[in-house]
């Protein structure tokens, strides 16, 4: 009797276990479904299901509102597809980024954000994301901009002449002392789209045109329906003044207030819609000029670390006692260049010379002399001579005007890189498994 009911349990158990496994398998099997063939790699459900929760919770984070699942999975596995082709494009070119890189990025924005690396991994934590996916997405992102670079950024170039003529013809007196909120919705249109898949995309971009006028949540919208790389962002181009605006909408900016909704923009990408979502104006730009002079001695064979500060304090000593700091200059300073010219370096601006020995010369009073400051040239000591605050608004409008001519036709580039890389890859996606 005992031998028969322990064989009744055996039985029971071994259903149970099989049951479970049973319900293991199909769970597994569930998460390993295909979603797309990109190329010569998949994309997997439980990939796909890992960053619609990361989008979910920063779109959560944003305020906006989620739009349905299936539209959300839709956007987020078309990023990821291109993303995918991006990767495996900078695998082939041997693009790749060290831990050592990884790191020091992270370590940079840990303290962009006044905090030291584990004081950044508990609040990335807090926030219910683990380091190890910050760290991938970041390693994803560096790649990525690599490739963009290596594949456009090359091929760029601004010259003296478009900076005029941008200014000449285009830029009007307060216009670059106004900055620009915009939000930005594409309808894609395929390169050797039909004229009847035109026709629908420009249907599609008034719809959503008079559905926005209408009252519809904007971030939603472009959530939902937009083909541009910043959808999941809600559309959001962040601030920007009128050189830094893509070309394309420049003349529909400068007529737009608050609040305004573009009609459907024409390009070879689609049809974009804008909304000014805010407007600022900016003040004058001012610097601090210093000028400044030195006296370098270079590390060699017969020369290291100890010796050169040796030198440079005995060198501010004389000065200290009286002796001229252009005459030692002249006698003792590797810098020949400046030697000639007493160690003078004129009048320099910030960002002119290298970090440590600006860093040096911005904490000393005027006709004072630093003890030796290292940089990668040698050691140095440094001599403040005069201060002034400048009006640079010019030469900074300038150099604005070309970063942003600059940034505006990397965009361009690579708004249309981007959508040819996706059309002329092979990609499936299986619809039922969305």
Not at 86 to 103: P, W, Y
Not at 131 to 142: A, G, W
Not at 347 to 376: C, H, R, Y
Not at 403 to 420: C, N
Request: hydrophobic letters at 40%; charged letters at 30%; one cysteine or more.
């Amino acid at each position: 009797m005992i031998k028969q009911e322990n064989i009744k349990r055996t039985i029971v158990v071994a259903l149970l276990c099989n049951l479970l496994f049973g319900s293991f398998l199909v769970h597994a099997e569930v998460l390993d479904t295909i979603i797309a063939v990109v190329e010569e790699d998949v994309i997997l459900e439980r990939e796909l299901q890992k960053e619609v929760a990361v989008i979910e919770q920063r779109i959560q984070q944003s305020n906006a509102a989620i739009p349905p699942a299936y539209v959300l999975r839709k956007q987020v596995l078309e990023k990821m597809i291109v993303d995918k082709l991006q990767r495996q494009l900078a695998e082939k070119a041997g693009i790749t980024v060290s831990e050592e890189m990884l790191n020091s990025s992270a370590a940079d924005i840990a303290r962009r954000n006044n905090m030291d690396i584990e004081q950044f991994r508990a609040e990335l934590e807090g926030q219910g994301i683990s380091y190890q996916s910050f760290l991938d997405n970041m390693r994803n992102e560096i790649i990525i901009n690599q490739l963009r670079g290596r594949e456009i950024g090359g091929r760029i170039k601004v010259t003296d002449r478009e900076v005029e003529h941008y200014m000449e013809t285009q830029d009007k007196i307060g216009e670059e002392s106004t900055q620009y909120h915009l939000g930005h919705i594409l309808i894609a249109v395929k390169e050797g789209a039909s004229s009847t898949e035109i026709q629908k995309a420009m249907s599609k971009a008034e719809g959503i045109v008079g559905s926005l006028r209408g009252g519809q949540d904007f971030s939603q919208t472009a959530i939902s329906d937009s083909d541009d790389a910043n959808a999941l962002k809600g559309g959001d181009l962040g601030w920007r003044t009128l050189s830094e605006v893509p070309t394309l909408f420049v003349n529909e900016i400068r007529q737009m207030k608050q609040g305004d909704v573009s009609e459907p923009i024409r390009s070879p990408s689609g049809f974009h819609i804008v909304k000014m979502l805010e407007l600022k104006g900016t003040d004058n730009h001012m610097i601090t000029k210093t000028k400044v002079r030195h006296i370098l001695i270079k590390t060699n064979e017969l020369v290291d670390d100890a010796e050169a500060n040796k030198r440079l304090l005995a060198l501010k000593a004389r000065i200290a006692d009286g002796d001229d700091f252009a005459a030692l200059a002249r006698a003792h300073s590797d810098d020949k260049g400046s030697a000639l010219k007493g160690g003078s370096l004129d009048w320099v601006g910030p960002g002119d010379l290298v970090k440590p020995f600006e860093e040096a010369m911005v904490k000393l009073g005027i006709n004072e002399v630093s003890d030796p400051v290292q940089t990668q040239f040698g050691w140095h000591i440094i001599q403040v001579l005069g201060r002034e605050n400048k009006d640079d608004s010019s030469e900074f409008k300038k150099n604005l005007v070309r970063e942003a001519i600059r940034k505006r036709k990397i965009e361009e580039e690579t708004e249309l890189w981007v959508r040819r890389l996706r059309d002329e890859a092979f990609v499936e996606i299986y619809q039922d498994r969305l």
